[in-house]
């Protein structure tokens, strides 16, 4: 089936609802790169969006996985545990360049970074270190499992030289725990998953949306 959005014709993998809620949501930037993110799931290159959008996004990119993990799980649930892999192996790998950028490279992209990351300033450091003094493992797994941005955790835990393996540990698990969860669930329940999706898609959108700022909100005035 095919759609109108503002840019075009296209359609979705995800069902009827989730491609016309898609197309009929106009609600600013956000949600436009949500529409974008979306659209691969209706190519052949979606597991490789997947893939990408899973790594950067857990050093760089302000929209997590999980929207393009839904739609590509509902198209072909057979394959969700498939493509659950994909997203933890890459959002882990992701999770190491962070680790990387923050211990080999901090001192030249700081800057950089504190003025154009969402959610990275010197403050958030601050308060991240104090998470780490008393929480390393589980302040990762929190921030890997959570709407937190994964990011500032990726990224502080190689300022901060945070032990690698406890890190590498509690990102494979928290990452791994959230993506499957996803996936188990549309594997087994696929038809009603993808019905009620459909129904409440606009609704499940904006409930997203609210808890990827309200990850913003805990960084901003509880760390």
Not at 39 to 55: E, M, N, V
Not at 122 to 144: H, K, M, N, T
Request: with cysteine; net charge positive.
């Amino acid at each position: 089936m095919q759609i109108r959005s503002a840019s075009g014709t296209l359609r979705l993998v995800g069902g009827r609802g989730l491609t016309e809620a898609v197309a009929r949501a106009r609600v600013g930037p956000v949600r436009r790169l949500y529409d974008w993110v979306l659209r691969w799931a209706d190519t052949r290159y979606g597991p490789h969006a997947l893939a990408l959008l899973a790594l950067i996004e857990s050093s760089v990119f302000p929209i997590p996985p999980d929207p393009l993990l839904m739609a590509l799980c509902l198209g072909a649930s057979k394959r969700s545990l498939r493509f659950a892999t994909i997203a933890t192996a890459a959002s882990v790998v992701g999770g190491v360049l962070g680790y990387w950028i923050g211990a080999a490279l901090w001192g030249t992209v700081s800057d950089v970074f504190f003025a154009y990351v969402p959610g990275v300033t010197p403050e958030r450091f601050v308060s991240v270190q104090a998470l780490y003094v008393r929480w390393d493992f589980w302040a990762i797994f929190v921030a890997g499992l959570t709407p937190i941005p994964y990011k500032v955790f990726t990224i502080s835990a190689g300022v901060f030289s945070i032990n690698f393996p406890t890190f590498v540990l509690a990102s494979v698990l928290s990452r791994g725990l959230r993506f499957f969860l996803v996936a188990v669930l549309i594997y087994r329940f696929g038809d009603s998953m993808r019905s009620f999706i459909d129904r409440y898609f606009n609704r499940l959108t904006w409930l997203f949306g609210f808890l990827i700022v309200l990850g913003f909100v805990v960084i901003e005035f509880v760390l």
